[in-house]
Every structure is written in structure tokens, then in C-alpha cells.
């Protein structure tokens, strides 16, 4: 998978090493292997699964989440920044590694007692994952796991998101 993932230095701004995984989304089978790895996150120890809904976080989780909602069965849910959603949201801001953000799901997104699993392309600080627990669970959903494809290890973002499941697909 290394080799479908690029660094970009310095962006967004500097000291940032971007990781673009556009060529693992260009890529038929590394796609295909990384949709299937992230659904096995909301299945059970049967192959089942366990998910009612799948949510994905601007703008590259979407990516990735909207696969693996179909390949459970589930429903996909985007969570999006601050005024890109039409109806109703909650919101919760919080820290990037870089600066500040707001996130907002549709109030009526998820029912309460759905059990739901996080999808999003990288875990760093973690900041993006323990806003969108928030928000699922200000809906009355239930987050089941967090599967990301890459864990940036030396940042504290598994220690961030606390006691969720996390499915990381490679780590550095």
C-alpha cells in the first residue's frame, strides 16, 4: 500500500507532510482491498455485520466511506464542515493539527440506538474522530468503531479517541 500513498511536503502549509492517497483511489485492486479491509470494522467475528449506518468525514473519508456502507449493507452518512449541509445540523468545533474546524451532521441522520461506523483516511491528532463520536452520538447513535487507512502513530490521535474500536489499515 506504501507505494499508492505519496508525501507531499509542506501542505496544506508548512512542517505539514500531506498524505495523498489519490493513487490508491486510481488503483482497482488496492481500492478494492482497502473498501473490504475498513468494512471488516463493522462486521463481527461471523462476517456479519453489526452497522446500521456508516459515517464519513469531509472530504476524503466520504471517499472511502460511501464503498464500505455497500459493502456492509448500511447507510452512508456524510459528516461535513460548518454551512455545507441544507437542512438542520448539529455542529462541534474542535483542533486540527493545523488550526481549528467545525463539523455538522443532519439532526435526522442517524436514530437513536444505530449502531455506526467512523470511516476517514488518516488518524492523526484524532481531533476529526472524537468530533464525529460527538455528533453521532448527539443524534443518539451509537459509535461502534473508527476504521482510518493510516494511523499517524507519533501523533496522539489513538489516545485521543479513547475507548473506539480503531481498525487501522497501516501505520507510521
Same mark, same amino acid.
Not at 471517499?63 to 462541534?92: D, E, M, N, Q, S
Given at each position: 500500500? $506504501?507505494?499508492?500513498?505519496?508525501?507531499?511536503?509542506?501542505?496544506?502549509?508548512?512542517?505539514?507532510?500531506?498524505?495523498?492517497?489519490?493513487?490508491?483511489?486510481?488503483?482497482? /485492486?488496492?481500492?478494492?482491498?482497502?473498501?473490504? *479491509?475498513?468494512?471488516?470494522?463493522?462486521?463481527?467475528?461471523?462476517?456479519?455485520?453489526?452497522?446500521?449506518? =456508516?459515517?464519513?468525514?469531509? *472530504?476524503?473519508?466520504?471517499?472511502?466511506?460511501?464503498?464500505?456502507?455497500?459493502?456492509?449493507?448500511?447507510?452512508?452518512?456524510?459528516?461535513?464542515?460548518?454551512?455545507?449541509?441544507?437542512?438542520?445540523?448539529? /455542529?462541534?468545533?474542535?483542533?486540527? +493539527?493545523?488550526?481549528? *474546524? #467545525?463539523?455538522?451532521?443532519?439532526?435526522?441522520?442517524?436514530?437513536?440506538?444505530?449502531?455506526?461506523?467512523?470511516?476517514?483516511?488518516?488518524? /492523526? #491528532?484524532?481531533?476529526?474522530?472524537?468530533?464525529?463520536?460527538?455528533?453521532? +452520538?448527539?443524534?443518539?447513535?451509537?459509535?461502534?468503531?473508527? $476504521?482510518?487507512?493510516? +494511523?499517524?502513530?507519533?501523533?496522539?490521535?489513538?489516545? *485521543?479517541?479513547?475507548?473506539?474500536?480503531? #481498525?487501522?489499515?497501516?501505520? =507510521?
Amino acid at each position: 500500500m $506504501g507505494r499508492l500513498i505519496v508525501d507531499v511536503k509542506d501542505f496544506p502549509e508548512a512542517g505539514i507532510v500531506f498524505k495523498d492517497i489519490s493513487p490508491l483511489l486510481a488503483d482497482h /485492486a488496492g481500492l478494492s482491498a482497502v473498501v473490504a *479491509a475498513l468494512a471488516d470494522a463493522g462486521r463481527d467475528d461471523d462476517g456479519r455485520p453489526v452497522v446500521d449506518k =456508516v459515517v464519513g468525514m469531509e *472530504a476524503r473519508g466520504f471517499i472511502l466511506a460511501a464503498p464500505v456502507a455497500l459493502a456492509l449493507g448500511a447507510g452512508f452518512v456524510p459528516v461535513r464542515k460548518v454551512g455545507k449541509l441544507p437542512r438542520a445540523t448539529h /455542529a462541534v468545533s474542535y483542533a486540527l +493539527e493545523y488550526g481549528e *474546524a #467545525t463539523l455538522e451532521i443532519h439532526q435526522d441522520a442517524i436514530a437513536p440506538g444505530e449502531r455506526v461506523l467512523l470511516i476517514d483516511d488518516v488518524l /492523526a #491528532t484524532g481531533g476529526t474522530a472524537v468530533a464525529t463520536r460527538q455528533l453521532v +452520538e448527539s443524534c443518539g447513535g451509537v459509535a461502534h468503531a473508527l $476504521g482510518v487507512l493510516l +494511523e499517524l502513530s507519533f501523533l496522539p490521535g489513538r489516545e *485521543a479517541i479513547g475507548d473506539l474500536s480503531l #481498525t487501522a489499515l497501516d501505520q =507510521v
